[in-house]
């Protein structure tokens, strides 16, 4: 495929989207086909997501995803792909398997190291 875009590894992610090549598909033509599979589990009730993340082996059908969300509502969910269920969530008044609260409700980015 002559030209395609090739996106940096994830630790040197360069977010300047003027690389040579690149062509994002219009809006529409994503289809995640969620509403199928999980909807309405996440915690929290803000539906601004700063960051979402998946285990690097995930699937529809294994791993974990994790989801942040930002402002009044924030919260940290981890979703069992496997079972289709919320594994764990921490917000500001519950502290999840870890037993550790949101201390804030701005939060920017999430980094999670499955390794």
Known sequence: MANSYVPPVADNANFNFDTG???PLPPLAADFDFAL??????????NIFTAIWADADASLESGKMY????????ALSVVNLAQKDLFDSYTQTYSGR?????TNTDTIDLNVDTA
Do not use: F, H, N, Q
């Open 21 to 23: 090549g690149y062509i």
């Open 37 to 46: 599979a999980i909807y309405r589990i996440l915690a929290g009730y803000s």
């Open 67 to 74: 989801t942040l969300s930002y402002g009044p509502g924030v």
């Open 98 to 102: 870890v037993d550790e609260t949101l």
